[in-house]
Protein backbone atom coordinates (compact mmCIF):
# COMPACT_ATOMS: atom_id res chain seq x y z
CA UNK A 1 0.00 0.00 0.00
CA UNK A 2 3.10 2.22 0.72
CA UNK A 3 4.06 2.45 -3.28
CA UNK A 4 0.65 3.82 -4.63
CA UNK A 5 1.59 6.99 -5.63
CA UNK A 6 -1.77 9.98 -5.62
CA UNK A 7 -1.90 13.40 -6.64
CA UNK A 8 -4.07 15.70 -7.72
CA UNK A 9 -2.35 16.93 -10.91
CA UNK A 10 -2.86 14.69 -14.62
CA UNK A 11 0.66 13.33 -14.40
CA UNK A 12 3.70 12.28 -12.18
CA UNK A 13 7.29 13.72 -13.38
CA UNK A 14 9.94 11.39 -14.03
CA UNK A 15 6.96 8.55 -14.72
CA UNK A 16 4.52 7.74 -18.03
CA UNK A 17 0.64 6.77 -17.67
CA UNK A 18 0.91 3.08 -19.35
CA UNK A 19 -2.77 2.52 -18.60
CA UNK A 20 -6.02 4.72 -17.65
CA UNK A 21 -8.52 2.15 -15.29
CA UNK A 22 -12.00 3.49 -14.08
CA UNK A 23 -12.84 6.43 -11.91
CA UNK A 24 -13.74 5.27 -8.25
CA UNK A 25 -14.38 6.79 -4.69
CA UNK A 26 -14.72 5.97 -1.15
CA UNK A 27 -16.63 7.55 1.48
CA UNK A 28 -16.94 7.27 5.00
CA UNK A 29 -20.15 8.06 6.41
CA UNK A 30 -20.56 10.28 9.71
CA UNK A 31 -24.46 9.49 11.12
CA UNK A 32 -26.67 11.68 12.83
CA UNK A 33 -25.10 11.19 16.49
CA UNK A 34 -22.08 12.21 14.66
CA UNK A 35 -23.55 15.70 14.99
CA UNK A 36 -26.00 15.34 17.75
CA UNK A 37 -22.34 14.86 19.91
CA UNK A 38 -20.77 18.26 18.38
CA UNK A 39 -24.29 20.00 17.75
CA UNK A 40 -25.16 21.53 14.24
CA UNK A 41 -25.97 25.03 15.65
CA UNK A 42 -23.71 28.17 14.38
CA UNK A 43 -23.43 29.05 18.03
CA UNK A 44 -21.97 25.73 19.06
CA UNK A 45 -19.24 25.51 16.10
CA UNK A 46 -18.46 29.24 16.61
CA UNK A 47 -17.31 28.23 20.66
CA UNK A 48 -14.62 25.20 21.59
CA UNK A 49 -16.69 22.59 19.61
CA UNK A 50 -15.65 24.14 17.18
CA UNK A 51 -11.70 22.18 17.22
CA UNK A 52 -13.67 19.14 17.77
CA UNK A 53 -16.05 19.25 15.34
CA UNK A 54 -12.80 19.77 13.10
CA UNK A 55 -10.23 16.74 14.80
CA UNK A 56 -13.69 14.40 13.76
CA UNK A 57 -13.47 15.43 10.44
CA UNK A 58 -9.52 15.23 10.05
CA UNK A 59 -10.42 11.92 11.51
CA UNK A 60 -12.76 10.91 9.06
CA UNK A 61 -11.07 12.80 6.02
CA UNK A 62 -8.10 10.33 7.40
CA UNK A 63 -9.96 6.81 7.53
CA UNK A 64 -11.28 8.10 3.94
CA UNK A 65 -7.70 8.55 2.05
CA UNK A 66 -5.87 4.89 4.36
CA UNK A 67 -9.64 3.04 2.68
CA UNK A 68 -9.09 4.66 -0.77
CA UNK A 69 -5.43 3.65 -0.84
CA UNK A 70 -6.34 0.04 0.37
CA UNK A 71 -9.04 0.03 -2.17
CA UNK A 72 -6.16 0.86 -5.00
CA UNK A 73 -3.54 -1.81 -3.95
CA UNK A 74 -5.90 -4.12 -4.37
CA UNK A 75 -6.37 -3.49 -8.15
CA UNK A 76 -3.67 -4.11 -10.84
CA UNK A 77 -3.18 -0.42 -10.67
CA UNK A 78 -0.11 1.42 -8.71
CA UNK A 79 -0.96 4.90 -8.89
CA UNK A 80 -4.04 7.75 -9.08
CA UNK A 81 -4.78 10.90 -10.59
CA UNK A 82 -7.13 13.90 -10.06
CA UNK A 83 -7.34 12.67 -6.62
CA UNK A 84 -9.63 14.63 -4.38
CA UNK A 85 -11.61 14.78 -1.54
CA UNK A 86 -14.54 16.32 -0.04
CA UNK A 87 -17.44 16.77 2.69
CA UNK A 88 -20.69 15.79 1.62
CA UNK A 89 -23.75 16.82 3.80
CA UNK A 90 -26.45 13.88 2.14
CA UNK A 91 -29.06 15.23 4.49
CA UNK A 92 -29.43 17.19 7.85
CA UNK A 93 -28.19 14.28 9.81
CA UNK A 94 -26.03 12.29 7.33
CA UNK A 95 -22.72 13.24 6.62
CA UNK A 96 -19.85 11.90 4.27
CA UNK A 97 -16.10 12.47 3.87
CA UNK A 98 -15.50 11.01 -0.11
CA UNK A 99 -11.92 10.35 -1.89
CA UNK A 100 -11.95 9.80 -5.58
CA UNK A 101 -9.69 9.54 -8.46
CA UNK A 102 -9.10 7.68 -11.48
CA UNK A 103 -6.31 4.76 -11.49
CA UNK A 104 -3.68 4.18 -13.26
CA UNK A 105 -0.80 2.02 -14.26
CA UNK A 106 2.46 4.08 -14.43
CA UNK A 107 6.38 3.15 -15.13
CA UNK A 108 9.71 5.07 -14.61
CA UNK A 109 9.93 7.26 -17.97
CA UNK A 110 13.44 6.15 -19.87
CA UNK A 111 16.10 7.45 -18.70
CA UNK A 112 19.79 7.48 -20.94
CA UNK A 113 23.12 6.35 -19.14
CA UNK A 114 23.60 9.79 -18.63
CA UNK A 115 20.67 11.26 -17.02
CA UNK A 116 20.97 8.33 -14.84
CA UNK A 117 24.60 9.09 -13.64
CA UNK A 118 24.96 10.73 -10.28
CA UNK A 119 28.06 12.54 -10.55
CA UNK A 120 27.75 16.23 -11.99
CA UNK A 121 29.64 16.96 -15.31
CA UNK A 122 32.08 20.33 -14.50
CA UNK A 123 33.42 20.30 -18.37
CA UNK A 124 32.69 23.44 -20.21
CA UNK A 125 33.34 23.29 -23.76
CA UNK A 126 34.28 26.34 -25.79
CA UNK A 127 34.68 27.03 -29.71
CA UNK A 128 36.48 29.87 -30.54
CA UNK A 129 35.02 31.34 -34.35
CA UNK A 130 37.21 33.63 -34.26
CA UNK A 131 40.18 32.91 -36.69
CA UNK A 132 41.95 36.12 -36.41
CA UNK A 133 44.15 36.56 -33.16
CA UNK A 134 45.32 39.75 -32.14
CA UNK A 135 48.97 40.16 -30.80
CA UNK A 136 50.15 42.87 -28.72
CA UNK A 137 53.44 43.64 -30.27
CA UNK A 138 55.91 46.98 -29.52
CA UNK A 139 53.47 50.26 -30.40
CA UNK A 140 50.41 48.88 -31.81
CA UNK A 141 48.70 45.77 -32.88
CA UNK A 142 49.06 43.39 -35.70
CA UNK A 143 47.17 41.20 -37.33
CA UNK A 144 48.24 37.32 -37.60
CA UNK A 145 46.68 34.83 -39.77
CA UNK A 146 46.59 31.32 -39.02
Avoid at 9 to 14: D, L, N, W
Avoid at 84 to 89: A, C, E, I, K
Wanted: charged content about 25%; hydrophobic content about 35%.
Amino acid sequence: MEDIMITSGTRFEGYEISEYGPYRFVQTILSSNFLKEFGSSIADLATDRSSLYHEKLDGAMNETIKSFKEMVSKTKYNAVVGFQTNVVDYSSTLTAVVASGTLVSINKEFQSEFEKSVFVRKELYVNNYYDKLVAKSGQGYSCIRR
